[in-house]
Nanobody
Framework: QVQLVESGGGLVQPGGSLRLSCVAS????????MGWYRQTPGKQRELVAG???????NYADSVKGRFTISRDNRKNTVYLQMNSLKPEDTAVYYC???????????WGQGTPVTVSS
């Protein structure tokens, strides 16, 4: 069974940085396109960054130039480096397959990020 475990969130001031991690198990990670999503109360989960099995990346316009997604296939881990954080980045962050609404894995517990002074 696929399991996704996110970590690294926390409280940070505007302009600060955080690095999120997601460890995956129960699937062939190196063959899976992965993504980071975020959700705020009352809104749908949105894809903010994706990384293909070959390493190609894509980003939502709202985070382009500030966030960097990467992966380590030896560790079955996908990362999200978040710089120049803004209050509007406050959300619970999740990782999953980079295929919104299609063949998604069971969601993990997410990791909360709060950007506030």
């Amino acid at each position: 069974q696929v399991q996704l475990v996110e970590s690294g969130g926390g409280l940070v001031q505007p302009g600060g940085s955080l690095r999120l991690s997601c460890v995956a198990s129960g699937m062939i990670f190196r063959f899976t396109d992965m993504g980071w999503y975020r959700q705020t109360p009352g809104k749908q989960r949105e894809l903010v960054a994706g990384i293909a099995r070959g390493g190609t990346t894509n980003y939502a316009d709202s985070v382009k130039g500030r966030f960097t997604i990467s992966r380590d296939n030896r560790k079955n881990t996908v990362y999200l480096q978040m710089n120049s954080l803004k209050p509007e980045d406050t959300a619970v962050y999740y990782c999953n397959r980079d295929s919104p609404g299609v063949n998604m894995f069971p969601w993990g517990q997410g990791t909360p990020v709060t950007v506030s002074s």
